[in-house]
């Protein structure tokens, strides 16, 4: 019984590791504070940047859909924007300028990390402990109780996410983010839309 309390402890410590793990966070944020006084834009270009097509378009997709519920109007990008690998620069300009919108935001993965955690096992011990108390059926009769560690990898991915105006060309607001399992793209998506329109809400930007 004992033993098996110690497996379904195990289990329970292994399973609250991975919820808690499939996290997006705003670790950092910037506002240009030579952009003075400050700019509420009205419509803004959602670029995702990155070689994978579907997953920039999901991003996109969201990202522009969140700043529609706010009351934003939105536009993405990848439908104004060719899919081969020309000069991304010009693209982008010609993107601009089809939407007519007077900022742009970006959304970046900058870098892709693998972690490890270890959760502890159990010690192997028997049951009871006094020596001087066993017999040959209750030392048969007992338990090993041992579970080993439990490694358990994952990765963390670190996001950029830029916001620039279009009429100078220069940077507004800047964030750095950080999700766990970047694999589970539209669930990501969806947090990191929440936690960049958070801000640019708060720092009066849209």
Same mark, same amino acid.
């Given at each position: 019984?004992? *033993?098996?309390?110690?497996?379904?402890?195990?289990?329970?410590?292994?399973?609250?590791?991975?919820?808690?793990?499939?996290?997006?966070?705003?670790?950092?944020?910037?506002?240009?504070?030579?952009?003075?006084?400050?700019?509420? #834009?009205?419509?803004?270009?959602?670029?995702?940047?990155?070689?994978?097509?579907?997953?920039?378009? +999901? #991003?996109?997709?969201?990202?522009?859909?969140?700043?529609?519920?706010?009351?934003?109007?939105?536009?993405?990008?990848?439908?104004?924007?060719?899919?081969?690998?020309?000069?991304?620069?010009?693209?982008?300009?010609?993107?601009?300028?089809?939407?007519? @919108?007077?900022?742009?935001? *970006? +959304?970046?993965?900058?870098?892709?990390?693998?972690?490890?955690?270890?959760?502890? !096992?159990?010690?192997?011990?028997?049951?009871?402990? @006094?020596?001087? *108390?066993?017999?040959? !059926?209750?030392?048969?009769?007992?338990?090993?109780? #041992?579970?080993?560690?439990?490694?358990?990898? #994952?990765?963390? @991915?670190?996001?950029?996410?830029?916001?620039?105006?279009?009429?100078?060309?220069?940077?507004?607001?800047?964030?750095?983010?950080?999700?766990?399992?970047?694999?589970? +793209?539209?669930?990501?998506?969806?947090?990191?839309?929440?936690?960049?329109?958070?801000?640019?809400?708060?720092?009066?930007?849209?």
């Amino acid at each position: 019984m004992r *033993s098996l309390f110690a497996r379904c402890m195990a289990l329970c410590v292994v399973t609250m590791f991975l919820s808690s793990c499939a996290t997006t966070s705003l670790v950092d944020s910037w506002r240009n504070p030579d952009i003075t006084p400050a700019k509420r #834009y009205h419509k803004l270009l959602v670029a995702s940047i990155g070689r994978n097509v579907n997953e920039r378009k +999901v #991003y996109e997709d969201v990202i522009v859909a969140g700043l529609r519920q706010q009351g934003v109007d939105a536009v993405a990008s990848y439908p104004l924007m060719l899919t081969d690998n020309g000069d991304m620069a010009k693209m982008l300009d010609k993107a601009v300028k089809l939407s007519g @919108a007077d900022a742009v935001l *970006s +959304v970046q993965t900058t870098m892709i990390e693998q972690k490890a955690n270890v959760v502890p !096992g159990y010690p192997d011990f028997w049951y009871p402990p @006094a020596y001087h *108390s066993w017999n040959m !059926g209750g030392y048969y009769g007992t338990r090993m109780l #041992y579970e080993p560690p439990t490694i358990i990898v #994952y990765s963390v @991915a670190t996001l950029q996410a830029n916001l620039f105006d279009v009429a100078n060309r220069k940077l507004v607001w800047a964030a750095s983010l950080e999700t766990s399992e970047p694999g589970k +793209v539209l669930a990501i998506s969806r947090e990191v839309a929440r936690l960049v329109i958070q801000s640019l809400v708060k720092q009066g930007l849209i």
